[in-house]
């Protein structure tokens, strides 16, 4: 139910923009979140937004990446800059969403876009 894209390979210094959308017949979303997991680590939260506008950053990210939404379109983004290779991983979308009003809502998860960040 969440689609996510724009992953790739970039050098050390360059940008990507991650996008993650829900499913069409996704009524609401509420907190939306980007993850990471690199090889042999385990997933960690690297930024969330919240309905109220507010955003939390990763201090690994923080001052990089923002993360921002569009609530009409049920989406999420994740704008990376000054990327290291340290931030290789895939990354993953999490959002609660509700298909249904009352909202009864979701936790779901993206199926994770692939960085690469060469040295």
């Known amino acids: 139910q969440l689609q996510a894209s724009g992953g790739g390979l970039v050098q050390t210094g360059g940008s990507l923009r991650l996008s993650c959308a829900a499913s069409?017949?996704?009524?609401?979303?509420?907190?939306m979140a980007w993850h990471r997991q690199a090889p042999g680590k385990q997933r960690e939260l690297v930024a969330t937004?919240?309905?109220?506008?507010?955003?939390n950053y990763a201090d690994s990210v923080k001052g990089r990446f923002t993360i921002s939404r569009d609530n009409a379109r049920k989406s999420v983004f994740l704008e990376m800059t000054s990327l290291k290779p340290e931030d290789t991983a895939v990354y993953y979308c999490n959002v609660d969403a509700t298909t249904t009003w009352p909202p009864v809502w979701q936790n779901l998860w993206g199926q994770g876009t692939l960085v690469t960040v060469s040295s």
């Open positions: 937004t919240f309905s109220s506008g507010e955003a």
């Open positions: 069409r017949n996704t009524w609401g979303v509420n907190t």
